[in-house]
């Protein structure tokens, strides 16, 4: 089977900096995947390399088996990545609907399904449709960044810190939804620091220490002892 994403010997960083260092990971549809690691371990910019946000000084991406090494950011969404960025950076002025629609490339038909499915996938924006975005709470804010990506239709979603800021019961539902995506077939890699939030909806956990990864393996047997060397050190 073919990775939906696959990642060889990938470097990256910003000004000379190596924040990424011979990266090498696959995912594959419908899997979601905890990164995990302290500050600086290069999670963010892991996510930024992938989507082209970042460019890579060594290494090969592809995405759906196609290879999207050096292709611009706008190429690389049409092969099917969605990102949540940090901080969720939704539009303000715009309401929760309009917000939906503008990320859509779909017809009247094709958008409303899909504006639908947000809505049963996060009820507590539907009775909000009409609200400016900047009136919700920071988890409706995020809740409506994550479904703004899905508005694409992407088969991989990649969503970096979505419980910064939450409360946990907010940060659960996030959680909640993360799997479900995955239920519906779109591979998420979910770059977080609250390891126990995003392991409880993850099947795989992948840890990075400065750069590299340290350990790749199933979310519900993720050994303590490289949790803890991952975040404190060796």
Same mark, same amino acid.
Do not use: C
């Given at each position: 089977?073919?990775?939906?994403?696959?990642?060889?010997?990938?470097? /990256?960083?910003?000004?000379?900096?190596?924040?990424?260092?011979?990266?090498?990971?696959?995912?594959?549809?419908?899997?979601?995947?905890?990164?995990?690691?302290?500050?600086?371990? $290069?999670?963010?910019?892991?996510?930024?390399?992938?989507? $082209?946000?970042?460019?890579?000084?060594?290494?090969?991406?592809?995405?759906?088996?196609?290879?999207?090494?050096?292709?611009?950011?706008?190429?690389?969404?049409?092969?099917?990545?969605?990102?949540?960025?940090?901080?969720?950076?939704?539009?303000?002025?715009?309401?929760?609907?309009?917000?939906?629609?503008?990320?859509?490339?779909? $017809?009247?038909?094709?958008?409303?399904?899909?504006?639908?499915?947000?809505?049963?996938?996060?009820?507590?924006?539907?009775?909000?449709?009409?609200?400016?975005?900047?009136?919700?709470? $920071?988890?409706?804010?995020?809740?409506?960044?994550?479904?703004?990506?899905?508005?694409?239709?992407?088969?991989?979603?990649?969503?970096?810190?979505?419980?910064?800021?939450?409360?946990?019961?907010?940060?659960?539902?996030?959680?909640?939804?993360?799997?479900?995506?995955?239920?519906?077939?779109?591979?998420?890699?979910?770059?977080?620091?609250? /390891?126990?939030?995003?392991?409880?909806?993850?099947?795989?956990?992948?840890?990075?220490?400065?750069?590299?990864?340290?350990?790749?393996?199933?979310?519900?047997?993720?050994?303590?002892?490289?949790?803890?060397?991952?975040?404190?050190?060796?």
């Amino acid at each position: 089977m073919t990775a939906l994403l696959r990642v060889e010997d990938l470097t /990256a960083g910003y000004g000379g900096a190596v924040a990424v260092d011979g990266l090498s990971l696959a995912l594959e549809a419908g899997e979601a995947v905890a990164l995990l690691g302290a500050n600086g371990a $290069g999670k963010s910019t892991l996510l930024k390399a992938v989507l $082209g946000l970042v460019p890579a000084s060594r290494g090969r991406i592809w995405i759906g088996g196609e290879e999207a090494t050096g292709l611009a950011v706008e190429r690389r969404v049409r092969l099917g990545l969605g990102y949540v960025p940090e901080g969720r950076r939704v539009f303000p002025g715009m309401s929760v609907r309009d917000n939906l629609e503008v990320a859509s490339p779909l $017809g009247r038909a094709g958008r409303a399904a899909d504006l639908d499915a947000v809505f049963a996938l996060f009820p507590a924006l539907e009775g909000k449709a009409a609200e400016r975005a900047w009136r919700l709470s $920071g988890g409706q804010q995020q809740m409506l960044a994550v479904g703004r990506a899905l508005m694409g239709r992407p088969r991989l979603l990649l969503l970096d810190e979505p419980s910064l800021g939450l409360s946990p019961k907010l940060a659960g539902e996030v959680f909640a939804a993360v799997k479900a995506i995955a239920g519906t077939g779109t591979a998420v890699l979910v770059a977080e620091q609250s /390891a126990a939030r995003a392991l409880g909806a993850a099947r795989r956990a992948v840890l990075l220490r400065l750069g590299r990864v340290v350990h790749d393996g199933p979310a519900d047997r993720l050994p303590d002892d490289a949790l803890r060397d991952a975040f404190l050190g060796g």
